[in-house]
């Protein structure tokens, strides 16, 4: 229905898929761009999706795309139009749409009323298939380097907040010490492995409480005490090793 609206923006979009493809040679200039392109609809939206165009390849295009003017008409300037053409013509032009057998009619009366205003497309220099290529990927690369660079700041952005909440954390921590140690006490003798799992976090909470604080030589020696009372358990002893506490 668009194409046989006058709307030709499918058919550039065949022919930057060829582009794309490699079908066309890279010294071959561009056909004229339509309006439009920086604004499809969802059933172009879909046919870009399908041919799996590429959308830094397409908005490299769009760029040259001037916007659709159709909706821009005033009814004076139509009048002033109509009032312009002879009779014989006006005949031809009604004959034409009774009969429906040109649908694109509509879309080229547009086009002359548009013609008449001096409604024209922006003037720039032609492209080449190969320069609209090389652009894209100079695009892409843009964008990927953008993208990374965000991500890269998100990253740090989390490890920062991570940072600040362990910090707190183990502010909070420090302040009820000898609760967490009756707390990993009474884990540790359910005799369960969730409780020895939970038991070994805490541990390592208090470890680095105390080294924030410059008294991690007084945690070893409290924690070289509880692993010796808790010798003859073999499972938590592995989950203590295993969690890297010394």
């Known amino acids: ?21 490699g079908e066309i040679d890279d010294d071959e200039v561009e056909p004229p761009v339509p309006p439009g392109l920086k604004d499809l609809d969802g059933s172009l939206e879909r046919l870009v999706d399908f041919l799996r165009i590429d959308l830094d390849l397409l908005e490299v295009a769009a ?14 300037a139509i009048r002033k139009w109509i009032a312009g053409q002879t009779a014989v013509q006006k005949d031809d032009y009604l004959e034409r749409f009774i009969a429906a057998e040109d649908p694109a009619l509509a879309a080229e009366l547009q086009r002359q009323v548009s013609d008449r205003r001096g409604v024209v497309a922006p003037s720039r220099i032609p492209r080449t298939a190969g ?15 953008a993208e990374s660079e965000r991500a890269r700041i998100e990253k740090l952005r989390r490890e920062h907040e991570a940072t600040l909440a362990r910090a707190k954390n183990l502010g909070e ?8 140690w009756d707390e990993i006490e009474g884990l540790i003798a359910t005799k369960q492995p969730a409780s020895y799992d939970r038991a070994v976090r805490l541990l390592i909470d208090l470890r680095d409480a105390a080294s924030a604080q410059g008294r991690e ?24 090793h295993r969690s890297g506490l010394r």
């Open 173 to 180: 921590i420090a302040k009820k010490e000898p609760t967490v």
């Open 1 to 21: 229905m668009q194409l046989s609206r006058g709307d030709l923006r499918s058919l550039y979009l065949g022919w930057l898929l060829c582009a794309q493809a």
């Open 63 to 76: 760029a040259a795309s001037p916007a659709i003017q159709g909706e821009l008409l005033s009814r004076e």
């Open 217 to 240: 030589e007084e945690f070893m020696n409290r924690f070289e005490i509880l692993r010796q009372m808790h010798a003859h358990k073999p499972s938590l002893l592995s989950k203590i």
């Open 131 to 145: 320069a609209l290529l090389r652009t894209a990927q100079q695009a892409g690369d843009d964008r990927r380097r």
